[in-house]
């Protein structure tokens, strides 16, 4: 089944700075999105981004299904960025079962 | 609207025991997915639902089954829990289609001691 690798593992900013966090997958997807989990739990839609470039506010995400990577850029970040960002294509292609990868833990100070 | 709904938020149960967590999905979408998060990782997708019918299960044992009801709620069961059951149980629900995308709920957090 498709593998995710996502990078750094853990990044810490200062509030204001920008970030790239990536997202490789081990083969060819139809469907790709990336979720923010907040302290407490709930896991947030960021994108749904099968290949392209979408943006929202002050993020925006990138994914070059050809080359198998999605990018994920946070602009000017702020402490309620902190948490854990997973992109998570489906498995086997299929829509309703997510691979998750390990996530990046972000953490952003004041 | 609603958003997707778990219920309970927590629980705590010991081994041996069995647990049904409930999921409700936002309205219109007829499909329900289960995952189970451990502490420091990703989740891992446990069922999908659609129609009240298995799409997909993930790598988990027998102990883990689930159903799908009329209204499109869905049932977790997880029967004599063990210590590594301790988890983030997340439902998401989905609308099937080309652009498929979940949308979770907040979660139930399950403690078995």
């Known amino acids: 089944g498709i593998q995710v690798e996502q990078s750094p593992p853990d990044l810490i900013l200062q509030e204001g700075a920008n970030s790239t966090l990536r997202c490789n997958f081990s083969d060819s997807v139809n469907n790709l999105q990336w979720f923010h989990q907040n302290p407490w739990g709930q896991l947030i839609n960021l994108f749904y981004?099968?290949?392209g470039t979408k943006q929202n506010g002050r993020l925006s995400a990138t994914t070059v299904a050809t080359e198998r990577y999605s990018l994920l850029y946070i602009s000017s970040s702020q402490t309620t960025d902190s948490g854990v960002y997973f992109c998570?294509?489906?498995?086997?292609?299929?829509?309703?079962?997510?691979?998750f990868g390990q996530g990046t833990e972000l953490s952003v100070k004041p | 609207d609603a958003g997707v709904t778990q219920s309970p938020t927590h629980l705590i149960k010991t081994r041996g025991q069995q647990v049904t967590l409930r999921c409700s999905p936002i309205s219109g979408h007829k499909s329900v997915s289960w995952y189970q998060q451990v502490l420091g990782q990703g989740p891992q997708f446990i069922f999908q639902y659609y129609e009240k019918e298995e799409r997909g299960r993930g790598n988990f044992p027998d102990r883990f089954s689930a159903r799908q009801f009329p209204n499109y709620s869905s049932e977790l069961n997880v029967n004599a829990l063990l210590l590594g059951d301790s988890a983030l149980y997340l439902c998401?629900?989905?609308?099937?289609?080309?652009?498929?995308?979940?949308?979770f709920g907040p979660g139930t957090r399950l403690l078995v001691l």
């Open positions: 981004i099968p290949s």
């Open positions: 998401a629900s989905s609308f099937p289609g080309q652009q498929e995308t979940q949308y």
């Open positions: 998570a294509p489906p498995k086997d292609n299929q829509g309703g079962k997510l691979i």
